[in-house]
């Protein structure tokens, strides 16, 4: 019922918040963490999602997620060293390799 007359968006980004939320929950609780240590990491995502619905942020498609999510095609490789990864070029005329 409170759900009558709002934003089809709204809903959706509820409806899975309402999802994540208590899967995230269940998978924190059965690994055995302290209940304290749940809900504020609850509250935290929870802030997030209130967060876009205020500012009106698009909804992440399913193909986005997927893709995004490690082991995608275009996930960087982890293995390699992020100092080469992440390094500034070296300047012109700089001796060092």
């Not at 759900?3 to 999802?19: L, S």
């Not at 899967?23 to 304290?36: L, V, Y």
């Not at 809900?39 to 876009?52: I, K």
């Amino acid at each position: 019922r409170r759900q009558r007359g709002q934003d089809a968006r709204d809903v959706e980004r509820a409806w899975r918040c309402q999802q994540r939320l208590y899967s995230r929950w269940q998978r924190m609780a059965g690994r055995g963490k302290p209940q304290q240590k749940i809900v504020v990491a609850c509250a935290r995502e929870l802030a997030g999602f209130v967060w876009a619905i205020v500012t009106k942020q698009p909804l992440r498609s399913n193909e986005r997620i997927q893709a995004s999510r490690p082991g995608a095609a275009d996930a960087p490789n982890h293995t390699e060293n992020p100092r080469k990864l992440y390094a500034a070029p070296a300047p012109a005329g700089d001796p060092r390799p």
